[in-house]
């Protein structure tokens, strides 16, 4: 279970505080969906999660230890993807033998195999690879470590389309029941059908913090021809077949797949 306690943060040299009393508690399992606009702090929560970043007060707990200590225990069950990073210029199999080094539960079988899902071969050199191959590289060795936390900052950025909808199999095929993984993004259709649980941050704290089970029974999420009355709506944007609204749900009505891009939109205009 992650919590995270009156925590505040600012980047040295600066001011402006990312967080300012920010709590929020994460259970343990299932997929999560963090969102926010520019400059929300969702990349900055991720690292804070993963240790490497400190918040100047406030406590980041992570399984009950505070990851200001640092246990070398807890990092070993935790594994992010950060957005932009540099592999290190070596054979495939030299980077697996380092990595399984730090992550005792690691699967070398896995991870060929969402190689494999991915579309790449096992014999290949990491310098010969595009960006978007080596970001499949990395999201197959984040499926594999079989740590409990999984962290991905904008892990379809970089991504063609057929990539990120392998991105959406590999990651339903190989996600384990126990894992929790917190997943930063601005491209929300591109994990929206993989989300149990939907997390909207702004400067101000948690906007929303909620299941997309229980949104669907709050909300109906409907796309309307020109002149459908929108009356009850609560929120209503256009779109090119007319207007797309969010509505409170009817009781006894049919619940509506969640539209997670609309419900953003309401929540960061004060609509939800």
Known sequence: MIQINQCNFSYPGTKKKVFENFSLTIGKGGIYGLLGKNGSGKSTLLYLLSGLLHAQSGEVMINGCNMRLRKASV?????????????????????????????????????????????????????????????????????????????????????????????????????????????????????????????????QGVLLDSSVEDLSRRYDFLTLSPGEDTTDAIYVEPSLLGCKAVFPHKEGGEETPVDIELLFSSLTNGNV
């Open 75 to 203: 990092l070993a069950d935790i594994f992010i993807v950060p957005e932009e990073y540099t592999l290190p210029s070596m054979s495939l199999k030299s980077f697996v033998r380092m990595q399984s080094m730090f992550y005792p539960r690691f699967s070398e079988t896995q991870f060929y195999g969402c190689l494999n899902d991915f579309g790449l071969s096992a014999d290949f050199h990491m310098r010969e690879l595009s960006m978007g191959q080596k970001k499949k590289v990395y999201m197959s060795m984040a499926l594999s470590v079989g740590t409990s936390l999984v962290l991905m900052d904008e892990p379809t950025n970089g991504l063609d389309i057929p990539s990120k909808s392998l991105f959406r199999k590999v990651v339903s095929a190989n996600m384990r029941d126990e894992s929790t993984f917190l997943i930063s993004t601005h491209q929300v259709h591109d994990i929206e059908a993989l989300l149990d649980h939907v997390i909207i941050i702004s400067p």
